[in-house]
């Protein structure tokens, strides 16, 4: 469940960063690509692609050197985290910047570093990385472990968990109703919209582990 509300949050803000920016910023493979090309021509938009390409890399930094406040677990272990916060904050700072100082650049760059450090925190989860702000990785890594099952199920062996494969199932579903949650309220709100996954992720930051936190005083008895 966690993981489909980060990757919800993740795909409503990149899809609103298309529409409003010409751009994902939650992940850096096809910014690279369009960095790419528009080098190749002369484009002028490719340093600010690179400039996110650069941002989301910088977001991982902070999250490595963050310490506990960038800690992974601190969310399933019932304590707020700032760093989630933090990028929290960061996307409502990037909608600022895009509605009321006309910046898009700035925007777009703001929220490169807020994925960025977003990713970062959730991949340090210790349970299993979590790549919050794309799906790639782990349609990879669920294929593998639906060719090893089957692999081992021929030769009638005991299969591999299944637990990376119902976590990407439900990562993918997340993305897409994010994207889904972006056309929605794009056409309504704009670049306005954008305050939803903002207060989303604070949300996330701080009411949720409370919630999901396990019950110490049951696991005593």
Known sequence: AVGSLYTTIAG????????????PV????????????FLAT?????????GVCSLFYLGGIMAGLGGSACDGDYIFEGRASPGVLLSASMLALGTYMKQALRRPTLCMQTWALSQGLLNGI?????????RATHTAGGQTDAGLT????ILTLCHGQVPPSMRRVVLNAACCIGMIL????????????????????????????TALPPLIAPNTEKLDD
Not at 122 to 130: E, G, H, I, M, Q
């Open 178 to 205: 994010g994207g889904w949650l972006a056309g929605r309220s794009h056409r309504r709100w704009g670049a306005m919209a954008a305050l939803a996954p903002a207060a989303a992720l604070a949300f996330s930051a």
């Open 146 to 149: 639906v060719a090893r099952a």
């Open 26 to 37: 939650g992940y850096t493979s096809g910014p690279c690509v369009n960095a790419g090309r």
């Open 12 to 23: 409503m803000l990149n899809g609103l960063a298309v529409y409003e920016l010409g751009t």
């Open 122 to 130: 959730t991949s340090s989860f210790s349970a299993v990385p979590l």
């Open 42 to 50: 002369g484009d002028k938009k490719a340093k600010h692609i690179l």
